[in-house]
């Protein structure tokens, strides 16, 4: 499918891309960059890539360049990464909020798609990639006007080859489903975390152990987050806790009934999950 890919950040996403564009020979050739010698190494080691460097030269000669890293970085490592590679090179990204990186990189790079694998884990690193990750996971694909239609397809026919299932957004709609179905959670898991007292964890049963899991996150990972989502993501957090000011207020009154009203209500919007 791909003569040589180039990934840009060979942590638990990248790597494991790596890993399944080789396990399913989509790429004749996987490159890989990272800050840290160490993960260039455990990289080739555990066969996510052919060849690694720190440097960002190490890409020349790409036809696909896979941008793995935080969106700042993303952004900060954009200018550079144009000047070494070819102007028909299809460049794309995996990062979890697109407004920014999209609007940045369409200013760059002739052939970017914006993509975001919902498939991550509160785990990080290259030791933890895995080649299964993206099967059956939906990957959101999120082009715009500008975007280039054969790189898009392109794009689609990589994604369901690595098993996903492609979903079409714009960037801003990405970003305030994100906030709810993602980024929300992530704040209610370090809130809860948080304000849970140390020494009842040896008690904590499945229930707790379950919505806390992703408190356990790269934190700045999520700062990257926060910051490219704020407006959405504080929109998310008021109208959470405007329903938890519900049934507090329910309760604070001992009125059982409007308090089961808002559970059951809930309990039918879950059921709605497909």
Same mark, same amino acid.
């Given at each position: 499918?791909?003569?040589?890919?180039?990934?840009?950040?060979?942590?638990?996403?990248?790597?494991?891309?790596?890993?399944?564009?080789?396990?399913?020979?989509?790429?004749?050739?996987?490159?890989?960059?990272?800050?840290?010698?160490?993960?260039?190494?455990?990289?080739?080691?555990?066969?996510?890539?052919?060849?690694?460097?720190?440097?960002?030269?190490?890409?020349?000669?790409?036809?696909?360049?896979?941008?793995?890293?935080?969106?700042?970085?993303?952004?900060?490592?954009?200018?550079?990464?144009?000047?070494?590679?070819?102007?028909?090179?299809?460049?794309?990204?995996?990062?979890?909020?697109?407004?920014?990186?999209?609007?940045?990189?369409?200013?760059?790079?002739?052939?970017?798609?914006?993509?975001?694998?919902?498939?991550?884990?509160?785990? +990080?690193?290259? !030791?933890?990639?895995?080649?299964?990750?993206?099967?059956?996971?939906?990957?959101?694909?999120?082009?715009?006007?500008?975007?280039?239609?054969?790189?898009?397809?392109?794009?689609?026919?990589?994604?369901?080859?690595?098993? %996903?299932?492609?979903?079409?957004?714009?960037?801003?709609?990405?970003?305030?489903?994100?906030?709810?179905?993602?980024?929300?959670?992530?704040?209610?898991?370090?809130?809860?975390?948080?304000?849970?007292?140390?020494?009842?964890?040896?008690?904590?049963?499945? %229930?707790?152990?379950?919505?806390?899991?992703?408190?356990?996150?790269? %934190?700045?990972?999520?700062? !990257?987050?926060?910051?490219?989502?704020?407006?959405?993501?504080?929109?998310?957090?008021?109208?959470?806790?405007?329903?938890?000011?519900?049934?507090? %207020?329910?309760?604070?009154?001992?009125?059982?009934?409007?308090?089961?009203?808002?559970?059951?209500?809930?309990?039918?919007?879950? +059921?709605?999950?497909?």
């Amino acid at each position: 499918m791909f003569t040589k890919v180039g990934i840009v950040g060979t942590g638990l996403v990248g790597g494991s891309l790596g890993q399944a564009l080789k396990k399913k020979r989509l790429a004749r050739s996987v490159v890989g960059t990272s800050r840290l010698p160490r993960s260039v190494a455990r990289a080739r080691a555990l066969k996510a890539i052919d060849a690694g460097s720190t440097g960002l030269d190490i890409l020349a000669g790409c036809d696909l360049i896979i941008l793995a890293t935080p969106v700042e970085t993303i952004i900060a490592q954009m200018d550079k990464i144009k000047r070494i590679i070819r102007g028909d090179c299809i460049v794309i990204d995996v990062a979890s909020t697109k407004e920014k990186v999209v609007a940045q990189a369409n200013k760059r790079f002739a052939r970017f798609v914006g993509c975001h694998p919902l498939a991550g884990s509160e785990k +990080r690193g290259i !030791d933890c990639a895995r080649p299964e990750l993206f099967k059956n996971a939906p990957c959101i694909i999120t082009p715009v006007k500008e975007t280039d239609r054969a790189a898009l397809a392109e794009v689609i026919r990589l994604w369901k080859a690595l098993g %996903s299932t492609p979903v079409i957004l714009d960037p801003r709609a990405h970003d305030l489903t994100l906030a709810f179905m993602s980024h929300l959670p992530h704040v209610i898991a370090f809130a809860l975390t948080a304000a849970t007292p140390g020494k009842y964890f040896t008690l904590a049963p499945q %229930s707790y152990r379950d919505i806390t899991r992703i408190a356990s996150s790269n %934190s700045g990972l999520w700062d !990257d987050i926060f910051a490219t989502n704020k407006k959405n993501i504080l929109n998310s957090i008021d109208i959470f806790l405007t329903h938890v000011n519900s049934m507090r %207020s329910a309760l604070k009154k001992n009125d059982f009934r409007a308090l089961n009203r808002i559970m059951r209500s809930a309990q039918q919007k879950r +059921r709605l999950f497909p």
